[in-house]
């Protein structure tokens, strides 16, 4: 926290679903998937497979991408049921 790597606020930090690619999003069945793409070419990857605007593969670590870059997700990830994005993935 010194360091200011942490916040003591739920939802603000990097595994707390503070981050985009690091939690879960409602599919279009009202069930849920969970996203953990913590490396940057697995997150590149998934980018390219969603697809999402590859400007978010250069930010993926901005903190002020992160509330565009997590609606384009959640819009994405609604279009289909969560056993389609099972199989896709």
């Excluded at 739920?10 to 490396?39: K, Q």
């Excluded at 390219?48 to 565009?68: C, E, G, K, N, T």
């Excluded at 994405?76 to 389609?84: P, V, W």
């Amino acid at each position: 926290m010194a360091a200011g790597l942490w916040k003591d606020r739920r939802g603000e930090n990097l595994l707390d679903s503070g981050a985009p690619f690091y939690d879960t999003y409602e599919t279009a069945d009202g069930r849920h998937v969970a996203i953990g793409c913590l490396e940057p070419r697995f997150f590149a990857e998934f980018a390219s497979l969603l697809p999402l605007d590859r400007a978010f593969v250069h930010s993926q670590y901005d903190r002020s991408s992160w509330p565009q870059m997590r609606a384009a997700i959640a819009a994405r990830i609604r279009q289909k049921t969560r056993d389609e994005w099972a199989g896709y993935f």
